[in-house]
């Protein structure tokens, strides 16, 4: 999810095709394209011009109600409703890893299947993949990343990750679960309890907040041709 705005003026974007397997879109207003995984303008009087992520959260819908009980719900359109159990069934065959990339794909980095689901995570000019799986595995991450320490925080129930920069009340912190639905956690520094959405909730740093950073869900392919230089992270 992206701001749909370039150079202070609002974007109406529309699907334009594929470039190396990656979905491109052409705003009305320039005619400008630009490259879905980069959010780089490719062609057009913008060309070069980046779009900025906005912060999202992949969740189930039971989550998403319980922290946003007066939430709005979008009406499909006729039809629509109906095709909903085929579309979900699509999207979860995808999550498995299976698979080969699209055709028109020429780069190839076979450090991961090209259909791994990943999580992409940019600090600092630098940037690393954390491979679905491997949250499932292990639900909380204390790593660096372009010189800052982050935290990425995997719920296995409603299979929603988050993740920060580790750090409040002037100090690094470390985190570990708190229980086993990873819905809180304890930092080993001041032991305050914190919600996986980055809130302390009790303890020293009770009221602190963590920095959030934004997870770019993608399978390897796409984000290993945008990210050439990326590292991986292998639970130890």
């Not at 129930?157 to 920060?164: K, L, Y």
């Amino acid at each position: 999810m992206f701001r749909a705005e370039a150079k202070g003026r609002p974007l109406v974007l529309d699907n334009d095709g594929v470039i190396a397997g990656n979905e491109v879109f052409k705003d009305r207003e320039t005619g400008s394209r630009w490259q879905q995984s980069s959010l780089e303008a490719v062609s057009g009087p913008l060309q070069g011009q980046h779009l900025k992520l906005y912060p999202f959260l992949l969740t189930s819908w039971d989550e998403w109600r319980r922290l946003h009980p007066r939430t709005l719900v979008l009406k499909p359109l006729p039809g629509y409703a109906d095709r909903i159990a085929a579309t979900n069934a699509l999207v979860k065959r995808g999550m498995t890893g299976e698979g080969t990339a699209p055709d028109g794909v020429t780069y190839k980095d076979e450090r991961l299947k090209p259909k791994t689901m990943v999580l992409g995570l940019d600090v600092n000019d630098a940037s690393k993949a954390f491979p679905l799986e491997a949250l499932r595995r292990v639900g909380v991450v204390n790593d660096s990343l372009g010189g800052t320490a982050v935290v990425i925080v995997h719920q296995p129930r409603s299979d929603t990750t988050t993740a920060f920069i580790a750090k409040a009340g002037g100090r690094q912190l470390t985190f570990r679960a708190a229980n086993a639905d990873i819905t809180e956690l304890v930092d080993q520094e001041t032991d305050s309890h914190w919600d996986a959405y980055g809130k302390c909730v009790a303890g020293r740093l009770k009221g602190s907040t963590l920095e959030r950073l934004i997870l770019e869900p993608e399978y390897w392919f796409a984000w290993s041709e945008f990210h050439r230089n990326t590292a991986i992270f292998t639970p130890e």
